[in-house]
């Protein structure tokens, strides 16, 4: 077992020794297992795409296999590959908006989903142009989601957030021919591009990875942020714990994993149902302790604050803490592993999604029409669970940390202004971040998402660079496991402005937040575009112009490279900590790092070293401001 890597992280090695003790299997033994990894597939020079193959491509230039059998070359097979990786990632993000959207379309006023921001959706009525006039609100909100939906398979047009984007960027995107008109037609386009025998032109298959990236940022994603807005609240800031030390020794410990709110929020609901909390004390416990993980554990922590009990990677020490009465999964970045782990503790994995239907789950299908009585259920099962803890396996890690979150860009805005001069100044604008970046006073801004991968040591370069930003001046926003790697560092605390430089630590007093922002989930990655977007418009530019940059240090999904896709076709740099499955074609790497920015002003950096992709940040967003005369 090698697990050198997980120094970073204090509580992971006791955690691992208790694993091996109890005979429970951990990613780290499957990783030495594997050995070193295929070096075709690092390389991106693998297809599998017919029967004819599969192929590989030589990495020597010249020497070996030069072309698969059907005469693709290794700079389509890479192309192929990176457009499919970016096809599943978009169809994960907007799977995930078409079912949050559904339960809008089904929300009415004594049923277990309601509209909870009703101005929200006012908001999007108009823009949406939805006629509004003489009808009550679940009229409306049924008549939007249906608009919505048809953003998924419309035949026509395109799809209707890219107008949110500033204008030069809305041309940008029109003279390329990549504005997204539909999300699944997207999607489907790649996959039927990538067969064989169809596109081996790499400029194409980079175009439409863009378009089909863009109808997730801002479409699918764009969405699913909305929609869950609208009905569950859009968050505002609010306090919370993280690290595995939210779990508690006297109480029933119940672990929201995946992603889909509108079972997590339930599940909320039916904790603090009096009669389970009475059940849970009629067993001997203090009480119900839910906790989150991964971005449903976002979700529920922006809009109630529930405590994070890690991300990505603490998947499976959780459970190994033997506390954890039972882990409640939907969809996506589950370990297929947790339910033979689970089997070596008292837990129950219930997964709850016919989407992902895991082999040895207790399976609970999760059912939106009776959404309450389903969750209760399954909590039940969690307070039943607890008897059966054996307090000889416990072992709770005590680190936690104290986090602020619920950034959302209305909170954002709310805090912004506070330093609004109400004689000569307008409210509710970015104007004074705007303002602030302008004068100097902070450098730039950087958007650090995504993952863990274990190519990295955990949480590692995620917390060096967000230090090292923040200590240089350049406010951080944060979303995803990225954003959980931050809570436990203690770095969404107002404490924190004390690592932060002094002009950005002078902006943190004045406003009232830290100098890293929480803002929620993957999804909410489109939160992130929608703040951009309006500094840029705010001062009649491009988003390709501000001294802004995206971060993936330690990324790992198909949904990731979605995101960077989607991110760079926006207008914004993306630096990533872990080098995507490219290096086999050397022109498509040029594409990514080099030439893009020629089409959309953006492109990819890879850098695997946290400091110095630091530097290369700072280096960057000094460029954009020379360039922009500030
Ligand atoms: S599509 Fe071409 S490169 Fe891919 S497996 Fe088939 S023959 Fe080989
Ligand atoms: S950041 Fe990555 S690992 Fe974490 S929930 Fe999102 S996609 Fe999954």
Not at 244 to 273: K, Q, R, T, Y
Not at 480 to 489: E, L, S, V, W
């Amino acid at each position: 077992m090698s697990h050198e890597v997980l120094g970073f992280d204090v509580t992971a090695d006791a955690l691992l020794e208790k694993a091996k003790r109890d005979g429970a299997e951990t990613m780290w033994d499957r990783k030495a297992a594997m050995k070193a990894s295929c070096g075709f597939g690092e390389k991106g020079i693998c297809c599998k795409n017919c029967s004819m193959g599969p192929c590989r491509i030589s990495p020597v230039e010249g020497k070996g296999a030069q072309k698969g059998i059907c005469g693709a070359t290794a700079d389509t097979i890479v192309a192929r590959n990176f457009a499919r990786t970016v096809a599943a990632g978009v169809s994960s993000h907007s799977d995930h908006a078409r079912d949050i959207i559904h339960v809008l379309h089904m929300a009415s006023e004594d049923g277990n989903y309601k509209v909870k921001n009703p101005e929200k959706l006012m908001k999007l009525a108009k823009e949406w142009e939805v006629d509004t006039e003489g009808k009550e609100i679940y009229q409306i909100a049924h008549e939007v989601a249906e608009v919505a939906l048809m953003e998924f398979g419309k035949p026509f047009g395109t799809q209707r957030f890219i107008k949110r984007a500033p204008e030069p960027r809305q041309k940008i995107w029109k003279d390329l021919n990549i504005e997204p008109r539909a999300i699944d037609r997207e999607v489907a386009t790649i996959l039927h591009s990538t067969h064989i025998g169809c596109t081996s032109e790499v400029d194409s298959l980079m175009d439409m990875s863009m378009r089909t990236s863009l109808s997730n940022g801002w479409g699918g994603s764009m969405m699913g942020t909305e929609f869950t807005d609208i009905v569950f609240g859009t968050p505002t800031a609010r306090s919370t714990e993280a690290n595995l030390g939210v779990i508690e020794e006297n109480m029933v410990n119940i672990l929201l994993h995946g992603h889909d709110p509108s079972f997590s929020e339930m599940v909320v609901l039916a904790a603090e149902d009096p009669e389970l909390m009475k059940l849970a004390k009629d067993n001997g416990a203090e009480g119900i302790n839910l906790v989150g993980m991964c971005c449903t554990g976002n979700e529920v922590t922006m809009r109630h604050g529930v405590k994070i009990a890690g991300n990505f990677y603490q998947q499976e020490m959780a459970i190994v803490t033997g506390a954890m009465e039972a882990v409640l999964v939907d969809v996506q970045c589950i370990y297929p592993a947790l339910p033979k782990l689970a089997e070596c503790y008292h837990t129950k994995f219930i997964a709850t999604s016919p989407k992902a239907k895991m082999e040895g789950a207790t399976y609970i299908e999760f059912n939106e029409e009776h959404a309450l009585d389903i969750t209760k259920k399954i909590v039940r099962e969690a307070i039943l669970n607890y008897k059966n803890r054996d307090r000889t396996k416990v072992m709770i890690p005590q680190q936690k940390s104290k986090a602020m979150l619920g950034y959302s860009v209305e909170t954002i805005i709310d805090h912004l202004d506070k330093v609004v001069n109400s004689q000569t100044d307008v409210f509710e604008t970015v104007k004074p971040l705007s303002d602030v970046i302008w004068a100097g006073v902070i450098r730039g801004a950087a958007g650090i998402v995504g993952c863990n991968n274990p190519k990295v040591q955990h949480d590692n370069s995620h917390i060096t660079i967000m230090k090292e930003l923040i200590k240089n001046d350049i406010i951080v926003v944060t979303t995803g496991c990225a954003a959980q790697a931050a809570a436990k560092a203690g770095l969404l605390t107002m404490e924190a402005k004390e690592l932060a430089g002094r002009g950005l630590r002078e902006v943190c007093e004045r406003v009232g937040i830290p100098p890293i922002l929480h803002m929620g989930s993957c999804v909410d990655i489109s939160r992130i575009l929608d703040l951009v977007s309006r500094v840029s418009k705010e001062r009649g530019l491009d988003n390709s112009n501000l001294p802004v940059v995206g971060v993936a240090p330690e990324w790992m999904s198909e949904k990731a490279v979605g995101i960077g896709t989607y991110v760079v076709s926006s207008g914004i740099d993306t630096f990533l900590g872990i080098t995507p499955q490219v290096t086999g074609s050397a022109r498509f790497v040029d594409i990514l790092t080099n030439q893009l920015e020629d089409k959309v002003g953006a492109k990819f950096f890879f850098e695997e070293d946290p400091t110095v992709c630091a530097q290369k940040i700072m280096e960057r967003i000094e460029e954009k401001r020379d360039r922009l005369g500030i």
